[in-house]
């Protein structure tokens, strides 16, 4: 007779973890099977030519003199698409990113610099940047980039065939992000991993589905859609303003397609620990759409499921060396078997990310500190004490805030 008692419920928990674990693995499988990079397109003679649509590039920057800003915008005007303009704003940088946009701006007249002022009431800093850039562009298309993005030469040209030869109206690209240190290594393949899981693009890409994203290292919109939704004035209080704006995009009726494209665009996003705080702390609570039910469901599920078996396996191989058996072996059994599994499933996302494999062993430190930041980002915001991002203040009480919070 199966008795009920603390140890089978433990147990039942166990296998059910395994069999939580197993079809986490194949949806991980199945989604990044159905996410195939998107590839060079071949040069079309209509494309090419001076009846090519104009698109504006927009470049929000704020303090990026110590990042990748010269590159960045050096390999934006190295694209081998003929008509384009670039618009960056120096999003009142406190730095010298000016003077390098400037600089760059004297020696091609292709880059045109603002001077960005300070937001209205009810902004944030990224959507009035982006809005005063595309107040004084022309293109036909639009794409919204970040000051942080390193572009191969046919990503602008890709990025366009790929929507003339689909009637797509807007495109939006997944870039390799690049791992060098140990934190972004554990942390970002986790990060990119519940991405993957919340918004597969197949989902994103059927039109049935209401799942939507908008990367905005690389989000192309045609202009009229753009109009249509609100332009960045819609999105104007949103922190996470890529997202949103896909979302918009897709609820309205435009044809949203993105793609996985790590040969065409790259980012290096937070290369340390408290740049990895900091920039996720302002981001996380609004994946929640601002929710606290949400936050904290979704805080205690991934530390029971994602962290919990990792600590019970210690627990249960201290208990086995001390000699106290009381049912561990037969707890140890299924505990390991998720432990396999987590670790087999992120060397798969890890080879995806091209961040060394063995990196998959530190899964569980990963999910600990996506929920440590994530609880962060909601008492932050939530309580009105803020959230900081290069050098300044975001959603505090006296100032923007979270328009669904």
Request: proline share 5%; with cysteine; hydrophobic share 50%.
């Amino acid at each position: 007779m199966f008795i009920i008692n603390a140890h089978n419920v433990l147990l039942l928990v166990a296998w059910a973890t395994v069999l939580l674990w197993l079809v986490g693995a194949y949806l991980t499988l199945r989604a990044l099977r159905l996410q195939r990079p998107l590839d060079k397109a071949e040069a079309e003679a209509s494309l090419m030519t001076e009846r090519a649509p104009l698109v504006s590039v927009l470049v929000p920057a704020r303090n990026e003199e110590g990042r990748v800003l010269s590159a960045c915008i050096g390999s934006i005007l190295s694209q081998d698409y003929e008509r384009f303009e670039v618009i960056a704003v120096n999003d009142r940088s406190t730095d010298a990113t000016g003077a390098i946009l400037h600089a760059i701006a004297k020696a091609d007249a292709r880059l045109r610099v603002i001077d960005g002022t300070e937001p209205p009431p009810g902004w944030l800093g990224k959507p009035h940047a982006l809005q005063q850039a595309l107040d004084l562009s022309q293109g036909e298309w639009v794409l919204a980039t970040d000051a942080d993005m390193i572009f191969e030469r046919a990503a602008l040209r890709t990025a366009i065939v790929h929507a003339f030869e689909h009637n797509y109206d807007a495109v939006t690209l997944i870039p390799h992000i690049v791992c060098l240190t140990f934190w972004e290594r554990v942390f970002l393949p986790v990060f990119g991993w519940f991405m993957l899981m919340v918004a597969p693009v197949h989902r994103v890409n059927d039109p049935r589905k209401r799942e939507a994203m908008g990367v905005g290292g690389f989000f192309l919109i045609r202009r009229e859609w753009l109009r249509r939704i609100g332009e960045y004035r819609v999105v104007r209080a949103e922190v996470a303003e890529d997202l949103r704006t896909g979302e918009l995009l897709k609820q309205a009726g435009a044809r949203l397609r993105i793609e996985f494209a790590p040969t065409l665009i790259s980012t290096r996003m937070q290369p340390t620990f408290g740049e990895i705080w900091e920039g996720f702390t302002k981001n996380l609570f609004a994946g929640t759409k601002f929710s606290l039910f949400q936050t904290v469901m979704g805080g205690i599920s991934v530390l029971l499921f994602g962290v919990g078996p990792f600590v019970a396996v210690v627990v249960c191989v201290i208990g086995l060396w001390t000699g106290e058996r009381d049912g561990q072996s037969s707890l140890l059994v299924p505990l390991l078997l998720v432990w396999a599994i987590q670790v087999t499933t992120f060397a798969i996302v890890n080879a995806t990310w091209k961040t060394p494999i063995a990196y998959a062993l530190t899964v569980p430190l990963g999910h600990a500190l996506f929920v440590a930041i994530l609880f962060n980002s909601a008492f932050r915001i939530a309580t009105g004490s803020g959230v900081t991002w290069k050098g300044r203040k975001l959603y505090e009480r006296n100032g923007v805030r979270p328009p669904r919070c």
